[in-house]
């Protein structure tokens, strides 16, 4: 009869890559790091690598891509209210590889990256945000220009408190909180 493994459980594979990533990030430089450096670093394969990540970049986004698909999942289901679902944006939040980016930014190399990375995910959320607000009235042209800027001011303010939680110390601080605050002055500016 074998026992159960002792200790800390081992990391999975996407874990290991994705720290594995950082620290060469850290080290070298975001650019300078190419995919083979990282399966190296992570002790995997290159088939592994491409099982977890499309490319470099998602490993930075990888938490933050799941957060939004929950949102953009809450936001198409009618029954769900938009509060509710934007407040998903932070629903166990924990410390990642992207909160560490963003302080370490210039250090990794990363500052492009999190610029478009961040510009390409606060679109998208934007869209699906305004398309449900939208949606409510479909034929109501002057409602879905204010859905489209009600959209991308929640879209901004989620991404707000993504960036002032990392700035402030994510494993020091509540995601959660800080959404719920965004999202109140958003609510404040935009309703």
Not at 76 to 93: K, Y
Not at 149 to 160: D, N
């Amino acid at each position: 009869m074998t026992s159960p493994p002792r200790g800390r459980p081992r990391a999975s594979s996407h874990e290991t890559i994705a720290d594995a990533a950082t620290e060469l990030f850290l080290e070298q430089g975001y650019e300078a790091t190419s995919v083979t450096e990282i399966t190296r670093r992570a002790g995997v394969s290159r088939s592994s690598f491409f099982n977890y990540f499309a490319g470099k970049s998602d490993i930075l986004w990888f938490v933050l891509d799941r957060r939004i698909d929950a949102v953009l999942a809450a936001l198409a289901r009618p029954e769900v209210a938009v509060r509710d679902g934007l407040a998903l944006f932070a629903d166990g939040a924990t410390p990642d590889t992207l909160a560490l980016a963003i302080v370490d930014a210039r250090t990794m190399g990363v500052e492009g990256e999190l610029a478009a990375g961040r510009a390409e995910r606060q679109l998208r959320l934007a869209a699906a945000i305004a398309a449900r607000l939208a949606g409510e009235a479909p034929r109501d042209p002057a409602r879905g220009f204010r859905a489209e800027i009600t959209g991308a001011g929640y879209a901004a303010a989620l991404f707000a408190a993504v960036w002032h939680w990392a700035q402030l110390g994510a494993g020091r601080h509540r995601l959660d909180e800080i959404v719920a605050d965004a999202l109140a002055a958003a609510r404040t500016i935009l309703e």
